[in-house]
DNA sequence: CGACTTATTGACCATCATCAACATGCGTGG
DNA sequence: CCACGCATGTTGATGATGGTCAATAAGTCG
């Protein structure tokens, strides 16, 4: 359910950030890169690495509540969350906030804005936030001359699509927060984290809008799970005991 | 709230179609097609238009009912509709049909598939469905020889990521009918044809699903928006009599 | 002219939102 | 360390939107 989706990350450097920081180990950088595999297991080699890497700018952190970019900024490059959680979301035309997805480290925001070269939405830190950016244009360059980086580029793209059709599904509110945890589970478990222990960074309320829920529904359905003896609650922090039962 | 989405077409030739037909004045083909902004607005000459028209396959026709490709099928081209009307759905655990979107003329199918290299949900014509087909592994080879390809094959991808989140919006059922309705009427004037009389090919079963609603809902809220002059409903035709009003 | 699919209409009911009150946690500053 | 205040979360009572069930009508196609 989770769901990569929008923009990318101000034009200016956050204070203390050494932009250029951990460049020294970075050849391999984050293992956890919705990019590494554009390059690694593509079997690229050290040249086509660099060029890769020449591009990524390491911003941050922001604190929770900044602003990484907001809607109708120019856009000009995607970025993969290095750690933190983002959250992306629109305003309605009544000013109502209606959030459209929560991005994990690894995972990659700003390919929405490709479209009108302007960002469709808004997009805050929910914690500390580190990013990698990759300037666009280049990168749209560097995969004309890397078949391997295009290919993942438009797998990126193309995935995104169909998460986000599938939550256009019109299941209880149950199974929505079943999903809702599972997902979440399952994209902590790929980047190495706890499947069992997930550690929720997002509000009740967050977390309802996105699933176009009341907050009081959510709560009462984590209770319900809790009683049940499915998940157990303590405060943000849920445990899995049930993945089974879950799935239903 | 169409939604360009899913997979593309069968591997065989359907009988009855000389694949290569209307070649001949093929050069400046489907004005119509969202691929013809790729060559023909970013000012290629004609060895770039031949490049893609060479990758053109056209097939059809395709009569009501007949899939076009199914859930599971190896994917390898995407395609632009031509003729008709495409409807794409999943079928969920329960084997109950969930409808992704409607494809009319113009637009791409199949660009939801590149990620998993299968088609991730099923496609059928609702009427008499002509298509273009573009094989993918040969289209991205180009697209490295011609950056305006390129970008609008990650443009379209980007754009349907945003079409697909939009439509997860929780608005009430008057509010997706009409903003269902407008959204038709839009996409069928960028293709030339009347933004006030919609000639609807799918049932109200289909429109229902697509927007989350019961059948039956459709039906009291076209009557409603009937009684209170906004449309004007005589089966599948629809006029739309105060856009204005239907935007609220 | 039947048999089927599609659409409409009505009666009833379930899910979930809303409203309101209350509890809890957390940060700040005394 | 405790007190206050605000944000977040929980719980209960009530009601509206829209789903379900069932019957009827209207097209469609042989």
Do not use: W
Request: net charge neutral; hydrophobic share 45%.
């Amino acid at each position: 359910m989770g769901c990569a989706r929008m923009s990318q990350i101000p034009g200016k450097r956050q204070p203390g950030n050494p932009a250029a920081a951990d460049d020294g180990d970075e050849l391999h950088f984050c293992s956890t890169c919705a990019f590494s595999d554009a390059c690694v297991s593509q079997g690229y080699g050290k040249s086509e690495l660099a060029d890769l890497h020449v591009l990524v700018e390491h911003v941050g952190p922001f604190r929770a509540g900044m602003f990484l970019f907001r809607e109708g900024d120019e856009f000009n490059a995607i970025a993969a969350v290095r750690a933190g959680t983002v959250k992306t979301f629109v305003l309605d035309a009544n000013g109502n906030e209606q959030v459209l997805g929560f991005h994990l480290p690894g995972e990659v925001i700003g390919l929405s804005a490709i479209h009108a070269s302007r960002y469709p939405c808004n997009a805050i830190a929910l914690d500390t936030v580190m990013l990698c950016r990759f300037s666009f244009p280049k990168m749209a360059l560097l995969a004309s001359r890397m078949p391997g980086l295009q290919q993942q580029l438009f797998r990126l793209l193309s995935q995104d699509i169909g998460k986000a059709e599938l939550l256009a599904g019109d299941h209880p509110a149950d199974e929505r927060m079943a999903a809702f945890l599972v997902a979440l589970s399952r994209r902590y478990a790929a980047r190495g984290f706890s499947p069992r222990r997930l550690n929720l960074t997002m509000t009740r309320a967050d977390i309802a809008n996105y699933l176009r829920l009341a907050p009081e529904t959510v709560s009462r359905i984590l209770k319900r799970m809790s009683t049940e003896g499915m998940v157990e609650v303590q405060q943000r922090e849920i445990a899995l005991l049930d993945q089974e039962r879950l799935l239903a």
